[in-house]
């Protein structure tokens, strides 16, 4: 029996489900979750001290690798000023200059403790701003836990929307419209009918919650024309995307202009982090200097933003992104080279240090029904050959995966020779 199976037993009694957070489960690979202990550049050690080359990053935050020296020593630094002080601290001031700096559309920005809480905020924010009570969020999308988030699509696009969990009012749901991502028609449709009740379109711009779904030529942009039309606030949810995809975003990716974007992940250095930010007039709506109330006890923690800001500043340094996005693109072109020679069906997407992997017969997938007619089965053994292997992939066929700068040749060739043995056994 494994350290890890005996630690996920004893979690079981006194944890739901034995984690803090669904996906961690394994729910959708099956098996016991791998416990680990340790962390450093692109590897991550188990509490059996197996090493795994880490393709999941913390989900995202740790694009410098684990345990990065000057990650590390600018919170050992501020550790000794104290943990937080629920008052104005200058580094908070230093962070939002250099957020807003680094991504234009940004005038104004206001942190927070998750990427839930920058979601939920910002949709609040876009209602009283406009006025306005419904919002159009995309199936396959997510944006947190929120109550107007965790909705699904009523039977035709424009009937009442669903609450996808138990726990959400149906009153709540109701006003959230769920649409198909990448399909701007039928956007312009429902907004031919309701859009004057429209607050906000919300829009992961690379779906990274449906494995990793970049937009196709004319969404985004037609989402901002609609958004234009109808005077509603376009939300890019760049929690993932931010600081992932390129410095600025996916938004610069795209050269699209977004009202509000949300940032999680990446912005906090791996302590829990979120802000959300965009034009001024908007954000001026927010409490204190406007009337729509947000707030929060451990928002802007010093600790925190010692990690994020120099995170920030280590990806700001030239050609940081063009090395991640190279390697991110010898990772996804080796493992599509590998599947090719042994026969298996299987494409691959990738935008700067995100990338997707598909087990299908089509060349390339847009769409969340695409994605919902992939392999699991497939999947399912390929991830745990792969784990096996000391490769460790997201737990589940729905996630993107995340190249960190720590992953260099050697990992990658570790990772392609892996996936060669693991697609022979398919
Ligand atoms: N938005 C997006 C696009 C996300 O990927 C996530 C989390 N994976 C969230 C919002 C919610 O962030 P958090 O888990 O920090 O609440």
């Known amino acids: ?14 944890i739901p489900g034995g984690v803090n957070s669904p996906v961690r489960a394994f729910k959708g690979v099956g098996g016991t979750p791998i416990f680990f202990k340790k962390g450093e550049g692109a590897y991550i050690t188990d509490e059996d001290d197996k090493r795994y080359v880490d393709y999941v990053g913390s989900w995202g935050p740790m694009i410098l690798g684990h345990a990065h020296p000057r990650v590390i020593q600018s919170v050992e630094e501020q550790l000794k000023a104290g943990l937080g002080f629920g008052a104005p601290t200058a580094i908070e001031t230093t962070m939002a200059e250099k957020v807003c700096e680094t991504i234009p559309s940004i005038e104004m920005v206001r942190m927070v403790s998750s990427g839930t809480e920058a979601t939920m905020s910002a949709i609040r924010l876009a209602r009283g701003y406009t006025n306005r009570d419904k919002i159009v969020k995309f ?5 947190g836990h929120a109550d107007s988030l965790l909705v699904k699509a009523g039977s035709g696009a424009l009937t009442l929307g669903v609450p996808n969990s138990p726990g959400v009012p149906a009153s709540v749901a109701e006003h ?14 429902a907004f031919a009918e309701i859009g004057d009740q429209v607050a906000a379109i919300i829009v992961e711009p690379v779906a990274g919650n449906m494995n990793c779904i970049p937009p196709v030529a004319g969404f985004l942009e037609g989402l901002r024309a609609v958004c234009d039309q109808y005077g509603s606030v376009l939300i890019f949810d760049e929690v993932m995307t931010g600081f992932r995809t390129a410095l600025a975003g996916a938004q610069s990716v795209y050269n699209i202009t977004p009202d509000l974007t949300t940032l999680g992940k ?3 250095g791996g302590m829990p982090v979120g802000a959300f930010g965009g034009k001024r007039e908007i954000m001026e709506y927010i409490a204190p200097t406007g009337p729509v109330y947000q707030a929060g006890t451990l928002s802007g923690n010093p600790l925190a933003m010692r990690a994020g800001l120099t995170m920030l500043e280590e990806i700001s340094k030239p050609g940081f992104f063009e090395g991640l996005a190279e390697h991110t693109r010898q990772l996804t072109d080796g493992l599509l080279e590998r599947a090719k020679a042994a026969n298996i069906p299987f494409a691959v997407s990738r935008v700067g240090g995100m990338f997707g992997l598909f087990f299908t017969e089509e060349e390339n997938v847009t769409t969340f029904q695409q994605v919902t007619e992939c392999n699991i089965e497939r999947f399912q053994a390929f991830y745990h ?10 737990p589940s066929a729905y996630e993107a995966g995340f190249v960190s700068a720590a992953h260099g040749h050697k990992e990658i060739q570790a990772t392609l020779d892996a996936a060669e043995k693991v697609f022979a056994t398919l």
């Open 139 to 143: 199936e396959g999308c997510y944006h």
């Open 385 to 394: 050959g792969m784990l096996e292997q000391g490769i460790y992939l997201a």
């Open 266 to 268: 990446v912005i906090g």
């Open 176 to 189: 959230t419209i769920t649409l198909t991502y990448n399909d701007i028609e039928s956007v312009k449709q």
């Open 1 to 14: 029996m494994s350290q890890s199976n005996d630690l996920f037993q004893a979690a079981q009694k006194i």
